[in-house]
């Protein structure tokens, strides 16, 4: 369900009176006949007729008119019903204390709904803010308050110089794991004079650490140097992370560093000794140098968890440069079986055509 159909269908509980043409609802007459909504069906008994309101609250019509100009943007009667709560006293003020008491009752869909309404009549950025409050509480609860937030984020970037809609795109796009975009929402937020609570810095110092990070692992291959100047200077902040120990060996590792590389790799087993990716990269820097033993006990740990074609054919190669043609005819059996189209597999049996297994 979106959220659309999801706030039409609160409308079924609302009641709707027949209001002849000529009658008064405080100090508004009404020109033609309309239907009137009612939240509470408590009133059904109240009133005699449909003409005859003096049983019936004007603030229980007034309540009734918010929610349905809150629940439905395309409902028959929502310009008579904004004609109707300006030109009577006391609406907008009676609708805003009410917003309130569902507040504090924590009733925040209505609360919302409510403010939905309001803010139809009174265009306020105030209005706006509050709204992005109870739309951060209600799509915590529902994930179909997540669209609404998305279509006032919109609604609000067109509000000239206002900043809000910007942060809470930052907090939404941090959470949808796009940081470049959440940096980017956070940085216009704050060029709009944002409020600069404890709350933003931090959010602002997380993404940049958090974007600069992954720019950096995006580089270990292509750019092993640039990466590491960015890496580097991250590891105080993130130096309880397996991560960043592992991205700056492999960039050492491809600078051909392999006794840099170990270094960090043994400083990020001391976080995690189970790291598979890690133990795969301790085999990868000993082959480089030449010590297959070791690299040997690194691939074997790590092939007996992942059982991968690669980590397979680093062993095969290593048992190759040890002389040891009994594993490496195993092996090869082995990693025929994981995947006998692997082209580095096919690579390795056409090196060996010659040799007698």
Do not use: W
Not at 46 to 64: C, M, R, V
Not at 150 to 172: Q, R, V
Request: with cysteine.
């Amino acid at each position: 369900m979106n959220i659309d159909s999801y706030l039409l269908d609160k409308l079924s509980k609302i009641l709707f009176l027949e209001i002849k043409k000529g009658t008064k609802l405080g100090n508004y007459e009404f020109k033609e006949n309309i239907y009137l909504p009612v939240k509470s069906e408590d009133v059904v008994g109240k009133a005699k007729d449909g003409d005859d309101l003096k049983n019936i609250p004007i603030t229980l019509f007034l309540e009734g008119i918010f929610f349905v100009l809150g629940c439905d943007n395309n409902f028959k009667y929502n310009n008579e019903y904004k004609d109707i709560v300006m030109n009577i006293d006391g609406s907008l003020k009676f609708i805003k204390g009410n917003i309130f008491k569902n507040i504090k009752e924590s009733k925040y869909e209505d609360a919302y709904i409510l403010l939905k309404g309001l803010i139809k009549v009174e265009k306020l950025n105030t209005n706006y803010d509050k709204a992005f409050l109870l739309l951060e509480a209600l799509r915590n609860t529902k994930v179909v308050f997540k669209e609404e937030e998305l279509k006032l984020i919109d609604e609000c970037k067109k509000i000239i110089g206002f900043s809000t809609p910007y942060l809470y795109e930052a907090i939404i796009k941090k959470e949808d794991n796009d940081y470049k975009l959440s940096l980017v929402a956070l940085n216009e937020y704050l060029n709009l004079n944002g409020e600069k609570t404890n709350e933003v810095i931090e959010l602002k110092d997380s993404l940049e650490i958090i974007t600069s990070y992954n720019k950096g692992k995006e580089m270990v291959y292509s750019e092993p140097k640039e990466a590491l100047k960015i890496l580097l200077p991250l590891m105080d902040k993130l130096s309880d992370t397996v991560e960043i120990y592992y991205y700056i060996a492999v960039a050492n590792r491809m600078l051909e560093n392999y006794e840099k590389a170990i270094y960090y790799l043994n400083e990020a087993q001391m976080i995690n000794n189970d790291d598979i990716s890690v133990v795969n990269e301790m085999g990868i820097n000993y082959a480089s140098l030449g010590n297959y033993d070791s690299a040997i006990k690194y691939f074997r740990a790590a092939f007996e968890v992942t059982k991968a074609i690669d980590i397979c054919t680093n062993l095969i190669m290593c048992y190759i440069n040890i002389g040891d043609l009994k594993q490496v005819k195993l092996h090869i059996e082995i990693a025929e079986k994981l995947d006998s189209n692997d082209e580095v597999l096919k690579e390795i049996k056409s090196m060996l055509k010659d040799v007698q297994l």
